[in-house]
Structures are given as C-alpha cells and as structure tokens.
C-alpha cells in the first residue's frame, strides 16, 4: 500500500534526495535580506527605552537631526500619527487586547520599547544619531513576573486592562469533581517554565523600496508570512479617514464591483465558519475600549478604498521558528518612514535588538492536580495555568490563544475521563511574545512530568503508567474529550511501545550504577505526544468555532508556453527545504527529472492569499499537498492534450522521465514542451501559462495527526552538574515521509531547541523587569558539544490515503523537555518542578549545595 | 566622521583590493558591503555565533571582531572563493550536500570556514574533535548532528583525493 503515485519512473517521493537549495547556499549565492546594495537605500535604527516601565516626559530629536547623514528622524508622535493602531486579532469574550502604535510616545512598557527612529546614509551614523537623541523619562514600579503581576497593589501595564490579568478562561470536560470523588488519590504539583527566546541565526529585517512614480512599497522582509506583512502594512499604513475611504470607495465602480465578487466568493466558500464566529469577542473588546471599533472601520474602509497594496518578497530567510511570522511594530515603522518620505529604507536588527524584541515564549506556570488510580489508571487532570505574554500582545497571534490550543491538546494520548483548564494570561513588563516551535509545547511538558510525579508517588514505572493509559487503536474513542476526532491507524501508543522496547532495563540498571561509581547519577525519561498536524477536520473548531476561516492552503500549477512547469506557493520557508520536498512532489505528479520543475513561492503578486505562510507544521501535509493536486491536475490535462496528438486513449498515456507516450510505445514520444507549444500556437501566445490549475486546499488525510514518543538518557556529573546526553532516541510517525532527511533534520533540529531551553538557556528578567540576557555570552545557546546524537525512529504508516504526510517540524521541542526533566528526576531521585535546570540547579536538586 | 577613511589593500579571494574604509568599520561589513560578497553573514556582531568566520591568512577568525584595517596586507578567503571557477564546490562544500548538513544556511559560510581550516590541520579528525572544533560556530536549525556528518563525509571526499 503506497499513498503516492509515482509517475515519474524515478519515485522522488521517499527519497533521501539532497536539497536544492544548497547547490546556491552552500557556494554564498543566497539571497537574504541583508544582502541588498546598501548604497541604493537609506539605513534605519530605532530608540529604544532602558525601562522597563515609564512615563515619556520629553524627547529631543534636535542634535540627531543635525548631524550630518542623518536624513529624518521620526519621534513616536510623528510616525504614530501617520499609521494605526495594531487593531487586535482573535478577540475572545473576555480578553481584553491592548491597542499600541509602531512606536512608544507616552509610555514605554518594556526594555527596547522603541520611541524613535532614525532613518540616515548608514546604519552607523543612525546609531551615532540615536546617542543625540535626549529623551527624558520618569520610571515607573515595573511588572517582572507572573507573582509580581498578580499582587493587589501592582502597577498596571495596560491602563484600561481591569488589572494584569487580561484573560480568564476555565474550560471543562467531563465532571472532574466526580471524577476526583471516585479516584483512590489526587496528587499535585506546581510546574513552572522560564523565558525562552527562539533565537533565529538570521535576525529580523526589512527593505522598502518606494517606486519614484507611484509610491508602490515593494518590500523585502524576512517573514515567515508575507501576505499577512502585506496586509498588515496596507492596514496600518492607512491615513485617510474613514468617511473618505468610504467616498472612495463607493465612487470606484471597479473596486465596488471586484469587492463584492470577491465577497461573495468568499462567503460562499465559508459560510459555515463564519456563521460559527463568536460576536461576542468583539463586544467586550469594544466594552474595554470604545476606540477599538472606530479603528476597524478605519481599516476596513481603508482597505476597501486603497487602489494599491505593498508587494512583499521574501528570499531566503535565516530561520524563524514562529518568531519572524507575526508582524512586528519596527516593520510597521519602516514602511510608513519609507512611505512618507518616499525614499527606500532597510532596518536590519542587530542581535541585541533581536534577544530584547525579536521574540520570546513560553514562560508558563501550572497547578496541576491529577485523580488516579491506585493501579495508575488516570482518572482526570486539573490545571490552573498562567502565561506571561510580556507587554504587547504579538500580532496577529496574541499569546492568550496558546490557551486555546491547551485546552484542545493538554489530556494528550491519554484516557483522561475528565479534565478542566483555567488559563490566565497576565501582561508583565516584559518583551512580547510570539509563537515558538510548538507554541502549545508545554502542555505535554506538564502533562508528561505530571505522569513521572503520579508514577513516584504510587511507586509505579513511569513506562507502565503511560502504556497502562494511552489511547490505543483497537479501544480508541472516535474523538478526544476535548473535541478532535481521533485516528487510530496513527496513535501515539504505537511509538511509546516502540520505544519502551529500545529501554533495555538491565542494562539500565547497570548504566546507573556505573555513573554513580564515578560520582555521576543516570536517569531515563520519557515523553509521548500527539499534535494535529494539520489536524483532523474538526480540530480548529474544537480550538475555536470558525477559527480555521483563511487557513486552508492556496496553490497553483502551471504549464508555460515554453513548456517550463511552474508550482506557486504561498508558504515562506526559512529553512525548511520545501524547494525540495515540492520539485520532488511534483515531478513524480508530472513525470519529469525535479530540475524541470520551477518553484514560485514569497512573492505576494505571484503566490495566493493566506494568512498564516510557514508555520503550524502545514508545509508537508497542506503545502506538499496543493502542489500535489494541482500539479496532478495540470499533468492530467497535459495528458488529454497528448492523446489527441497521438491518436490515442487518455487512459493509455504515460509520462515517464519527461516522455509523454502511449504505453509501451515509449520511442514515440513527445515532450512538455511539444504540449505547450502545441497549445500556444492555437492559444496564439509566445509566452505565459497555457495550462493551469489552481486549488484551495484543505485536506487533513486520515486524522492528520502526527506522533512521537522520545527516551532520552542524561548522565549529571555530581562535581560539576555538567550534563550529558549519553542517548536520545525519537520514535515518531508522520505518515508518508517526502524526504527523510529533511525529517531527521527537522527533528533532530527540534530536540537540540529543547535541550537547550532545559540545560541552557533562560531570557532572564530581573524583578525591575530589566533583560540580564542581551548577549550570546549571556543566552547560552547550546553548540555542537552539548548536543547528542539523536536517534531517529520513522514508523512511517504508510496510510491510503494521498498526500498523507504529516507535520514534522515543531514535535522534536514538544517533546524533548519533558523526556530532558523526567531523565534528570529519575537521576536524581527527585522530581523536578521547573523547564529549566542548568548546572547550579542540578547541584541543588541533589543535594550537593545549598539553595540560593 | 565619515571623511576620515585609511586605505587598505587586501586580497580576497585571489583578488586584490585597495580601498578607503572609516577605521571603525569591521571586515565583515566591509566585505559584505564594499566588496558585496554577502556570502559572509553576520548573526551576533558579537564574536559568538561564528556566522561571519572567514580565513585570514590560512587562520579561521571572526569578521565582525575585527576591524577591516586590521586586515591590511591579509589574504582572505570567504565562502565565495572555495568553488572551483567552472562552479564544481570545494570538496567541504560537496561533502555539505550530500550529508544534507544545512537548512536555513544562514550559518554555513562559518562551519565552511571552520571546516575548512581544521581538516588542513588535522586531516582525520575524531567526531569528538570535529565537535570541539566546530563549537564556535552556532546552528540553530539541524542539532550538528547532519554537520559532523557532513564533516565526516569531507574527510573521506578529501582523503580519496590524495
């Protein structure tokens, strides 16, 4: 049973084919942002705030100004009245989301909240200009943790919030009273997470080119989501009132008429996920702010009347790992001082900017109470969780909707008859923060600890708890508790037992008592999960009602006049080899060698809308997908075409190696590019598409779950608290894989995040709010000698279903910091409450020194 | 400040240059923006990542430490001068492929360099050593693993050469 068809006699899918992209990266041929003629643009750098919390008193700009090769420099005041407001996304009833400008001009709520920016011939002589720049601040009481936010008298970071907490949600499923009443115990635990930051080694940047004639911004950026920046800089560069976009609007006939043709598409095509649309969210968000509404309509007039958007390129981009896919208010900034002054600009933030703005996640608490069995058996999980989401919500993707995803995910492979989530997120003094590889991770890391805790405590094998209650295939329940249909071709019970065999148990009895002889302790953990990659149809729902609205997957495929074979994209890779994995999906589809395959993608007038680009673990299951169909499509089409010319039944026409040809009679044969002209010519066209197919697509496979279980084995040095990974192994599924060395590297890319953020690095704050970590000295990012091998398991249930595959991307850090602190519990006898255990730490755990 | 330039002479790449730079520039921006060979990349601007690691007279060192006047006189070699003129890669370079070492790239041009520098010193290095080696240069993206890898398959590129 195979889920691809392989037309192409080569069969790339499957293939441990190399990556494309390297024949231009290996040599220095890239194209990153960064890599512009810096003389054909102006160069920027912003003001940043060294509080944590202020009041702006005054800003001097005079001396900046008059220093020479400074071209303009913007204060907050300046730019924010030129642009909107970030209008709040994914409202939900009862959060209240924050409105901020592109730069800070009363207020600065965190360390590097910008208020001003300097735009001069050289990025240097901006920096020069920034010390000129004499700003005059009165601090304020700082918010510095979760702790700190929630005290009665704490200084509020947003002043129309009711206090710090800014969402309050409690979700249940099941009765969890009675599911504790009837269970032998009810064991708790309090887990807490650190900063983490996800640290790309290319940081962000932005290029906007302004064209002299019509002021069209063409824009260069690194996101992972270019029609989203495109959106974002058409919506708040707006400067027109509401009632004149409205004029504007209603006088264009052309734009009315296309608007409602493309209204009414899209209606269609969305009926039921609009009808599902919460309106309450956007009630109480306007109940916390009465100025939210008159934003919106700025916006949306404005978009409906404007009758030219940016273009946004995106080339090759230096990693991202969720930070570079929201819009960030610097690229706002940009491209309003770019569009004001009608000179093109380039901001590329240095490292420092990136550690103290780029991005941050994940610092998360959890009360956690668990009703169980004497015997192990899991009766229901309670969790009180908060999230600290910094100062100023991340856009589009507020940190609140990490919550969501909890909800959904946190009982995990596992029986769980009831379970309860509040989830609090607070606004602290802090940098924002924004998807990170596996945004939700840390509900398994909770979950996952939490089952070692139940295991200590009724003196169980943490294997047998969790093979004792994983959801297994022959009784697997149609759906989660929590709402998504599950799949039992594809449980995560499969690898846990996969894996469980690979731990020999003598042999780990003898490894610790090796370890401890020489001063060393060794332990074993385990971590087992499911995420919805993409996720069965009825996840997203289960998230939100009608949230998946804009998150289906658009892609064409195209048959040029000249016979060249064009696949669009709307996903950003940045790292992710999709030029790959696409060419080698779609010339098995096409029958063709992958160099006859060209690969369009980050270009917004050429690739289709979608909201989201790279990100969520989509690249393999929807992205390889759409090129799937489409090119399937165009290829069947060319097929028909060359039965015509060959006098022959469609059904007879094979296409192998780039040879159109009835079967069997491969030496009379014709060519794409004998197709293409052939169509051209009674087209009368020379050049552009004469074949194409365009596909929204939403395919999810068969449950479009992905799975894994990890082991890993540490080995703590009790003199130093040194850490090593003696072994780490990864069973997972995925289902049909493309290229199996893009999933090891996916995969073990994901695990080496992970131990980073348990061994080595935390975004430290300190209780004034301010960033100890503004340096790689300080953020320890860890090198070659601190990751392991990583042993990669690859199940890969071949499903019957076409374009099967599932995300891989985000599953190597959803796992590996549970497996990582449920190693070092079961080395040192104790069981660990916090992510993060760096050498100090482990001393103290064990008992070697004293704490703080 | 910006009239105040020093002349420099260096060769890059078996080319020589002599140009007027602002002394407070590093060799990284210079390279990248004067000479645009913008296959050195800068990842920290603080000697840590390793990104931007080039070979000044046969010695691997970090561009952005380093003042461009500093390298009057230097022979440079960047990731732009290791392919061959007809385009075939530099042995490291192949070995990269195969071995699927990358995935953003946006480090390669330093474990290149680095590379580079230790298999002309010690032809047949351990895993352990190739680790130590290339523990100044951070990838983000591949846990190293696919980068030993890659190392290890240059050796036996470089050693079927001899």
Known sequence: ?852 | MNDLTIPLTMQVNGTDHSIDVEPRRHLADVLREDLALTGTHLGCEHGVCGACTVLIDGEPARACLMLAVQAEGSEIVTIEGLADADGTMHPVQAAMHQAMSFQCAFCTPGFLMSTIALLRDNPSPTTEEIREELSGNLCRCTGYQSIVDGVETAVELMGSDR
């Open chain 1, 1 to 852: 049973m195979t889920a691809t068809r392989q037309t192409s006699g080569l069969g790339f899918v499957g293939q441990r084919v190399m990556r494309v992209e390297d024949e231009r990266l290996l040599i220095g041929d890239g194209h990153f942002v960064a890599d512009g003629d810096p003389t054909a643009v102006l160069h920027a750098a912003f003001l940043r705030s060294p509080f944590a919390h202020a009041d702006v008193v005054s800003i001097d700009v005079s001396a900046a100004r008059a220093l020479d090769g400074v071209v303009r420099v913007f204060t907050a005041a300046e730019l924010n009245a030129r642009t909107n407001l970030f209008p709040p996304f994914l409202m939900t009833n009862g959060l209240y989301a924050p409105l901020f400008g592109c730069l800070s001009e009363r207020r600065v709520r965190h360390v590097g909240d910008p208020v001003a920016l300097v735009v001069a011939t050289s990025r240097a002589i901006a920096e020069d200009a920034l010390e000129l720049i004499d700003v005059d601040y009165e601090e304020l009481d700082a918010v510095g943790s979760i702790k700190a936010a929630l005290l009665g008298n704490a200084p509020k970071v947003w002043e129309r919030a009711k206090g710090n907490v800014l969402g309050d949600f409690t979700d249940e499923f099941g009765d969890v009273a009675a599911a504790f009443d009837a269970a032998d115990h009810t064991i708790e635990a309090t887990l807490t997470c650190p900063r983490q930051t996800n640290q790309p080694m290319e940081t962000r940047g932005i290029v906007v080119t302004v064209d002299p004639d019509d002021g069209h911004l063409d824009v260069r950026s690194t996101t992972q989501a270019p029609h989203f920046l495109k959106w974002a800089l058409a919506a708040l560069l707006i400067d027109k009132p509401t009632l004149r976009s409205v004029g504007d609007f209603v006088r264009n006939k052309e734009r009315r008429s296309a608007f409602g043709a493309a209204a009414k598409e899209f209606v269609a095509a969305n009926r039921h996920r609009l009808t599902e649309q919460d309106p309450r969210g956007l009630l109480s968000q306007v109940r916390a702010d009465r100025s939210t509404l008159p934003l919106m309509n700025r916006i949306g007039a404005g978009l409906l009347a404007a009758a030219d958007y940016p273009t946004v390129r995106a080339g090759d981009i230096g990693g991202g790992f969720g930070s570079k896919g929201p819009v960030s208010r610097e690229e706002i900034a940009i491209g309003a001082a770019a569009s004001i002054m009608g000179q093109s600009i380039q901001w590329i933030e240095d490292r420092v900017e990136n550690l103290l703005d780029g991005g941050q996640a994940r610092e998360e608490q959890f009360r956690v109470r668990v009703a169980v069995d004497s015997d192990g058996t899991l009766r229901a999980l309670d969790v009180d969780a908060i999230i600290d989401q910094g100062a100023y919500p991340g856009f589009p993707i507020p940190p609140s909707v990490t919550a969501k995803f909890w909800k959904v995910y946190m009982p995990g492979p596992y029986d769980f008859g009831a379970f309860r989530l509040r989830a609090r997120t607070v606004a602290t003094n802090k940098g924002k923060v924004v998807p990170y590889r596996g945004p939700w991770a840390n509900e398994t890391w909770m979950r996952e600890r939490v089952i070692d805790i139940v295991a200590a405590e009724l003196e169980l094998d943490p294997g047998d708890v969790r093979a004792k209650n994983v959801l297994r295939p022959e009784s697997m329940p149609p759906a989660m508790i929590t709402g998504p249909t599950l799949d039992e071709t594809m449980s995560a019970a499969k690898t846990l037992d996969h894996a469980l065999a690979m731990i020999d148990r003598d042999e780990l009895v003898q490894q610790k008592s090796t370890a401890e002889a020489r001063g060393h302790r060794l332990g074993v953990g385990i971590a087992c999960y499911h995420e919805a990659a993409p996720g069965p149809a009825n996840f997203w729902s289960s998230i939100e009602p009608g949230s998946d609205l804009l998150l289906y997957e658009d892609g064409r495929a195209e048959l040029a006049a000249d016979g060249t074979i064009r696949m669009y994209t709307s996903q950003s890779p940045h790292g992710q080899s999709h030029q790959t994995t696409y060419k080698q999906v779609a010339a098995d589809e096409f029958g063709v060698s992958m160099d006859d395959v060209e690969i369009v993608w980050g270009n917004t007038d050429r690739t289709q809308f979608t909201l989201l680009g790279t990100g969520g673990s989509r690249g393999g299951p929807l992205g390889a997908g759409v090129m799937r169909v489409t090119a399937r499509n165009v290829r069947d089409k060319v097929a028909e075409v060359a039965a015509d010319m060959l006098e022959a039944n469609v059904s007879d026409i094979e296409i192998v190696a780039g040879n159109i040809h009835v079967a069997g009679v491969p030496a009379k044969g014709m060519t794409y590019r004998d197709v293409a002209a052939k169509l051209a010519a009674d087209d009368g066209i020379t050049s552009g598409p004469v074949l194409t197919d365009q596909v929204r697509y939403e395919g999810v496979g068969n449950g479009g779950w992905s799975v894994a279980t990890h082991v890993a084995w540490v080995d703590i040095d009790l003199e130093t608290g040194e850490v090593t990974i003696p072994r780490y192994v990864v069973v997972e599924d995925c289902g049909p894989i493309i290229n199996p060395g893009v999933v090891d590297g996916q995969v073990r890319g994901g695990v080496a995040q992970g131990i980073g953020a348990v061994f080595y690095e935390k975004h430290h704050y300190d209780e004034h709010a301010t960033l100890m970590t503004t340096t790689y000295m300080d953020y320890l990012i860890p090198t070659a000698m601190e990751i392991p091998e990583i042993e990669v398991v690859h199940l890969e249930t071949l499903t019957d279903g076409e374009n099967d595959a599932r995300g891989v991307g985000e599953g190597g850090m959803i796992g590996a910091p549970a497996a990582l602190t449920n190693a070092v519990s079961d080395a040192l006898g104790v069981q660990v409450t916090e992510q993060h255990l760096p050498p100090y730490r482990l001393l103290e755990l064990a008992g070697i020194i004293g704490p703080d």
